[in-house]
């Protein structure tokens, strides 16, 4: 039996792939292994049954026979670890490619999310208008640091890894921000991510749900 992850049912983010199931989504397509989806609404994400999977109630997870497992970013490094693909051989540059996950995850994954917060929540609030330039600049702050290294190079380290996988899948969600046309080699590097076949057979899945939920 191929391991299972759970998605939205209906996702909040409308088919474009924000979720963070994509993610998991396009580390099994890039490795070539099967895996099925378990589809939930918001009210069994915090049921009982769920949360004994995921202790905060959200989504995704994995189970793979006596193994569950939750956090995005735990599950795509034991895909990686389990299957070759997304992680490189050579030891320091497999290190490397790990903490480029964290990396994503740790510090440049918060400041978007507060932003795209802020701008879904926010907007109502007196304070909103003075808040959102500060957001911005730290957003801005994490995209020229990561533009200065990533100049002049298609991934991070070389070849793709799933370093490069968790940082295109964090990026997005400035897609439609207008803040990546600041920064034409991040957009670059996020359009070549985009372009990988597994990526599009990944969005594909999950867009392919959005459509038929939104059509039930």
Known sequence: MPPTITAFESSPDRGRGQARDMRVRWAFEEVGQPYDVRLLSFAPMKAPAHRARHPFGQIPTYEDGDLTLFESGAIVLHIAERHAGLLPKDANARARAIAWMFAALSTVEPPIVELGMAMLFERDRS??????????????????????????????????????????????????????????????????????????????????????????
């Open 127 to 216: 304070w909103y208008a003075e808040r959102l330039p500060m957001l911005e600049e730290r957003v801005r702050t994490r995209l020229g640091e990561l533009s200065r290294h990533i100049s002049g190079a298609d991934w991070l380290d070389g070849a793709f890894s799933a370093g490069d996988l968790v940082m295109v899948t964090v990026l997005r969600r400035l897609n439609t921000s207008g803040l990546l046309d600041e920064y034409p080699d991040i957009a670059a590097y996020v359009a070549r991510g985009e372009a990988r076949p597994a990526f599009r057979r990944a969005f594909d899945a999950q867009l392919a749900v959005f459509k038929a939920a939104s059509q039930s």
